[in-house]
């Protein structure tokens, strides 16, 4: 079974740090990239690209001979065209002049990682009201390359901690309801103690279901059979990894606070 990217649409991976969500951007980029034709842009907030992951992987998933050559696997390194993003206001440029770039290069898909990092690194807790104005503003962008386009916009979130008088706290997905509606896939990334979860959490075209997953070589992979989440599954206290506190996802799309 494979999860596949959607294209015309914005999909966002969220999760705590080490759950995969870059493993999962690297893979895209190497399967986008495995027919030899087109290119993919990865806009980098965090220093986190890593070619000689993304190497390892394309290894893995293409088949030796013709697809698998040193020459195919160099290619697909070079065609994916990382741009390092310190601030809001840089990301808009390099999203406001992609378009020429997109159709120059034959562009097969484009990569956030991560949308939060920069505005939570910008915007304080007084100053959410302008930082969910500017989050509008990239995901108005970002949807609208998609889908003028017709590819996947895949896109990197990370979690926060919501503090409900106490000590009781839990985590739950960062940047605000604003962001969460401009969301068209929510796919969240588990980190557990003994296993790893996967689960597509908001999709226009599939109920909500978990797959266990591992990471190895080849990136992220299905380890059993999925399974249909609860109805309740945003209500849900989902198992932190050792020593963090819970991360649950709260409301109909998943969020609490706007912080």
């Known amino acids: 079974q494979k999860l596949q ?20 951007c690297l893979q895209a980029c190497a399967v986008a990239l495995s027919n030899g034709m087109g290119s993919a842009v990865y806009i980098d907030t965090e220093s986190r690209f890593s070619p000689e992951r993304l190497l390892e992987i ?20 070079n065609n994916v065209n990382v741009r390092r993003c310190n601030s809001t206001e840089q ?28 505005v939570r690194r910008e915007f304080s807790g007084q100053a959410i009201q302008n ?5 509008v503003k990239e995901a108005q962008w970002l949807k609208f390359l998609a889908e003028t386009f017709n590819i996947p916009v895949v896109v990197t979130n990370q979690v926060t901690t919501k503090f409900n008088g106490g000590y009781d706290k839990h985590l739950t997905v960062a940047l605000g309801t604003s962001w969460s509606h401009c969301v068209n896939t929510r796919i969240v990334m588990e980190r557990l103690p003994d296993s790893r979860k996967l689960t597509v959490a908001k999709s226009p075209i599939a109920p909500v279901t978990s797959i266990p997953v ?46």
Not at 58 to 77: C, F, H, M, S
Not at 92 to 106: A, G, V
Request: hydrophobic letters at 45%; proline letters at 7%.
């Open 58 to 77: 394309a290894k893995w998933r293409l088949p030796d001979g013709v697809l698998g050559t040193p020459e195919r696997l160099a290619a697909i390194a």
């Open 91 to 118: 990301l808009m440029q390099i999203l406001e002049t992609l378009e020429e770039f997109i159709i120059e290069k034959n562009v097969k898909l484009i990569i956030v990682d991560s949308i939060a990092a920069i």
């Open 5 to 24: 990217i959607a294209n015309s649409s914005m999909s966002v991976q969220v999760g705590v740090a080490g759950a995969g969500k870059t493993q999962m």
């Open 214 to 259: 591992t990471i190895g070589g080849p990136g992220v992979e299905q380890a059993g059979p999925s399974f249909l989440a609860d109805e309740n599954f945003w209500e849900q206290r989902i198992a932190p990894p050792p020593n963090e506190v819970p991360f649950v996802l709260d409301g109909i799309h998943g969020l609490g606070d706007l912080e």
């Open 131 to 135: 930082r969910q104005q500017q989050l």
